[in-house]
């Protein structure tokens, strides 16, 4: 029976089909524990990870039967897939799988920002009753900038095109948009700087984007937008960010990746109480739907390919 080795979380119905189908080695936790992974991988032809298993060379040379990678999730960057395509691993991301939830992080986040509830929030808990000292916006007919326009990015343009936010979307490897629910204009990245009022990211991590929003990219705002990272860290220049937060050159920021994770006190140490500021644990596309969603979609390619 083909062996499979899981080492993060997964839904347990899933979970469960797979074991009447495979030899199943379960432990969500062995992600952390780096060596006994290297240790236990040769004896595997299927690996199913999330973001946190660190995939790399040293891992995959001592994978000798590997044959498939199930990643529940999107992004790619935890995993040697140069080295897994020279050497004939197939490697399958949940490609869609958590759009809706991310979506929605995008839609909550802008709508809380733009109306800086963190603000009042902060203020209200304190005794204080900011009713008409803080001003905020409607989000109806602001410019929102998508830099990045894949599966996500257009899951999030349909989403907030229905909540009146007029689209603005950079990819350099699309050249049309062709579907009748997103009305959205391809732009340059200096054109969506210039008239965005919130801007999210939806980039993969690679050597082009790393530190690709930086404080080059926050001079030429002229809106102060809101910035919202859902992608990955390191994309934003964090440093830069909260200078531009702190220079008011922009309004507010989400953030649910960081470049560390879990986020070290260099970075939360800059955080005060009444920032205009949203900050997760890189949870924008885990839900319990879009934890069904990924799980089954991997299990159901995990089993049509060794079948």
Known sequence: MTKILITEFINQNSLDNLKKKFDLKYDEELYKNKLELENIIHDYEGLIVRNKTQV???????????????????????????????????????????????????????????????????????????????KSKEINQKFLGLIGFGTIGKKVAEYCSKNGLKILAYDPYIKEIIN???????????????????????????????????????????????IINTSRGGIINESDLIDAYYENIISGFALDVFENEPIESEFYSKIKPGMNCILTPHISGVTTESNIRVSDFIVKKITNFFN
Request: proline share 4%; glycine share 4%.
């Open 56 to 134: 790399n060379s040293d891992v995959l040379k001592k994978a000798k039967e590997l044959k498939f990678i199930g990643r529940l999730g999107v992004g790619l960057d935890n995993i040697d897939t140069e080295y897994c395509k020279n050497k004939n691993i197939h490697v399958q991301p949940a490609t869609g799988m958590n759009a809706e939830s991310v979506a929605e992080y995008v839609v909550s986040s802008s709508m809380s920002l733009i109306k800086k509830i963190p603000i009042f929030h902060n203020g209200t808990i304190k005794g204080e009753w900011p009713r008409t000292s803080i």
């Open 180 to 226: 009748e629910k997103i009305y959205a204009k391809l732009s340059s990245l200096n054109e969506i700087y210039e008239k965005s009022d919130i801007i999210s990211i939806h980039l993969p991590l690679t050597n082009e984007t790393k530190n690709i929003i930086n404080k080059s990219s926050f001079l030429q705002m002229k809106n102060k937008p809101i």
